[in-house]
């Protein structure tokens, strides 16, 4: 797995780049900035990219520029986003252009080595990653009344973890319950959110996101 | 004044009971007596309301002259030669009175040469002739059909043929004079501009009434010399009616100059409070009736006067323009220059001068209040992007310096807790594992709170989703419309705090349930709104947040209003300019 990583931050980049190696991930490029990244992904022929949303000159939207650009041009390059603060809209938005092989996740993930490098190997396989924790913001918002209120906790676990973008197979294993167990839950949550059924992969992710976010 | 009032009437009527003698009828007596006492009361009149112009006393003096050719017609023999004399001197005070109007005196070399041309000829040729008149043989020699008038005292050299030279060549060279007269009345006409002409109009009028009078009298002696005593009366009436009309022509221009300078108190009026240099220019060009005027205001940095549309003005003006400094405060502030025709009247170019002062007075301190205003708006609006670019410059020292320092440790101790799987020491994992759990923490806290001091996501994104990232933090139900549009970043900023805290009020003093965030833009105005249904009651005297945001919105040119019934709701609501 060949990684590349945008970080602005010299000290923060070493780190992530050491623990990257420690965990057998070969860094193939390191940025302090976008036009840096966009230049070693020509030439390092990267996996994944993981990149930090703020980067000079303007600290504002860099590296969701870069990562949008890596995804039009570059489709086998999986990108992971980290942002420093929990933007569920920016999530979204990132997601809803580039439902594949993109992920979001909080910066302060990267200590969690093993969550880490399991994002990065769902991207680098074209999987969607949503932070867990935007998607308990999402489905933590306050509503006055909703289907979601129809559904029983186990069902928002499920749901959650949709959010995520995981796979069936993913949330059995989880939750350490059954293929077929699961399968009930999702068909029992979509027809109680009225979602189209039988939706694969992205879409589905996509679908389940749609409607958190409304 | 009253003197002279007594003398017209006096004279007057001694003329008129010596006109009576010689059989006139009371349609002559009324009619001299109208034009005659016409001048002397338009003069008087002229002379109360203008006593510094010597118009209203020539026109008094024109009044009485007038009746002095009527003692010809007979009692004492020194009066009938005295008359004889001076029975032209009206004209000579016509022609005076004509040539110094309007100021009331002679202005320039001609016009003297020919008023003292008009006397001369009186006192001399009048006497010539009066000593060569021989009222019995002379009948109808003069406007008066007496043959019995009396007689002349002054008669010397009793010569029929004589006094009929005498006659015409004094006739002659008076009608020579009212010549020169016209010929420098339509000199100045010409020459002149608008308010010069207007002034000079009844100096025109009476003009031309005694050129035709004389050139007539003159033509109907020479061809008809049998005749000349019978003038048809309608001609007479008409002569006479019209020379009636002459002194209230030059009353009325003359006290024309006079309503003009009532209409200088308009001026402020006019101007109103919003004193710019262009409407008081042409204001100005307006009250003084004179489209050429132009204004010139002091610019001390400059040396010089500058118009109102920023154009510089010569100090030295062209040739026949006028120019009337206005001091302010003892230094130079502007100038008129202005059609010389306006020095005219006296009082007036003081009176406009005075009223300028006063509007420059207004338009100064206007000016003032108004950059003073802009410059506090600025400073306050300075300070609200200060403190905006201090809470950004906050906030990346807490993304840059404390966020990474606190990651850099997690990742070094995720290291550690790597290393440790294979250990046995149970309580140093547990600690390294709590240690991570207090760093997450730190770190999830320091986010919430750099996030607090400015969202980064509202410079990038806008007001849509960091407004939605508040809704999202609350612990109240929100629901969020805002439009997609963008706003310079202080604004964006301060509609972001209003939201911020109008949400923070909600959920702390007003037990809503729900609260609905709108923000819209409508006309170049963005508007924000945030409803709850709480108790009410929010006040914007008590309570610093809300008086905060009343002064931030103020710094950026906006405004707060709360709607805030006991019992019903707070609906806050800010408007903002954007676009």
Known sequence: MRVIVAEDSVIMREGLCRLLEDAGITVAGRAGDAPTLLAQVERGEPDVVLTDIRMPPTHTDEGLRAAREIRDRHPGVGVLILSQYLETTTALRALSRHPRGLGYLLKERIADVGQLIEAIGRVAAGGSVIDPQVVATLLGRRRTAGALDELTARERTVLGLMAEGRSNDAIAQRLGVGGKTVETYVRNIFMKLCLEQNLVDHRRVLAVLAYLGQ | ?579
């Open chain 2, 1 to 579: 004044m009253a003197a002279a009032a007594v003398a017209a009437v006096a004279v007057g009527l001694c003329g008129a009971w010596a006109y009576a003698r010689t059989g006139a009828t009371a349609g002559d007596l009324g009619r001299d007596l109208t034009v005659g006492w016409s001048f002397a009361g338009a003069g008087l009149i002229a002379w109360w309301r203008r006593p510094a112009n010597g118009t209203g006393r020539l026109m008094v003096l024109e009044g009485i002259t007038w009746f002095l050719g009527n003692f010809q017609a007979g009692g004492p023999a020194l009066l009938v030669g005295l008359s004889a004399w001076f029975e032209a001197l009206n004209l000579a005070v016509l022609a005076h009175l004509v040539l110094a109007f309007p100021e009331g005196r002679l202005t320039d070399r001609s016009s003297r040469l020919v008023a003292r041309a008009g006397y001369g000829l009186v006192l001399a040729g009048g006497l010539l002739r009066a000593i060569t008149y021989d009222p019995r043989a002379d009948a109808g020699a003069t406007y008066l059909t007496c043959p019995d008038c009396g007689v002349n005292a002054l008669l010397v050299a009793p010569a029929a043929r004589l006094f009929t030279t005498v006659d015409l060549t004094y006739r002659a060279l008076g009608g020579a004079l009212a010549v020169a007269c016209a010929v420098l009345v339509v000199r100045r006409w010409r020459a002149g501009t608008q308010p010069r002409r207007r002034a000079l109009l009844p100096a025109v009028l009476s003009l031309f009434f005694v050129v035709v009078f004389v050139v007539w009298d003159i033509v109907l002696r020479l061809l008809f010399p049998a005749r000349a005593a019978t003038v048809p009366g309608a001609l007479l009436i008409a002569s006479d009616l019209g020379q009636a009309a002459v002194p209230v022509a030059f009353l009325v221009g003359l006290l024309r100059l006079r309503l003009r300078r009532a209409a200088v108190g308009h001026l402020v009026l006019e101007i109103g409070p919003d004193p710019s240099l262009a409407r008081l220019r042409d204001a100005l060009a307006r009250v003084l009736d004179d489209p050429s005027v132009q204004l010139g205001l002091w610019r001390p940095e400059l040396a010089r006067y500058v118009e109102p549309d920023g154009g510089p003005l010569p100090l030295t003006p062209a040739p026949g323009r006028s120019v009337t400094p206005v001091a302010h405060r003892g230094q130079r502030s502007a100038v008129l220059v202005h059609d010389p025709a306006l020095d005219d009247d006296e009082a007036l170019l003081p009176a406009v001068s005075a009223a300028l002062r006063l509007m420059l007075d207004n338009a100064w301190l206007h000016s003032e209040v108004t950059e003073r205003l802009a410059e506090a708006r600025a400073a306050s609006s300075r300070l609200v992007q200060a403190a905006d670019s201090e809470r950004r410059r906050l906030e990346r020292d807490l993304h840059d310096g404390a966020q990474v320092r606190l990651l850099t440790a997690l990742m070094a101790l995720q290291r550690v807790d790597v290393r440790l799987r294979q250990s046995d020491d149970t309580m140093l994992r547990d600690t390294v594992a709590e240690a991570g759990r207090e760093l997450r923490q730190a770190l999830t806290e320091l986010r919430e709170l750099a996030h607090g001091i400015h969202p980064g996501v509202l410079a990038r994104d806008g007001l849509g989703p960091a407004v939605v990232a508040v809704a999202e933090r609350s612990a109240l139900p929100v629901v969020v419309a805002v439009e997609a549009v963008r706003c310079p970043p202080v604004i964006e900023a301060t509609a972001y705090y209003t939201i911020c805290e109008a949400l923070a009020n909600a959920t702390k003093h007003a037990r809503a349930r729900a609260v609905t965030i709108t923000v819209r833009h409508d006309a170049g105005v963005l508007v924000v709104e945030v409803a709850d249904d709480g108790v009410g009651g929010a006040d914007l005297s008590r309570g610093t947040g809300l008086r905060g945001l009343t002064d931030r919105l103020a710094a950026v040119g906006g405004a707060l209003g709360v709607v805030s019934p006991a019992g019903a709701g707070t609906r806050i609501r800010a408007e903002l300019p954007c676009g």
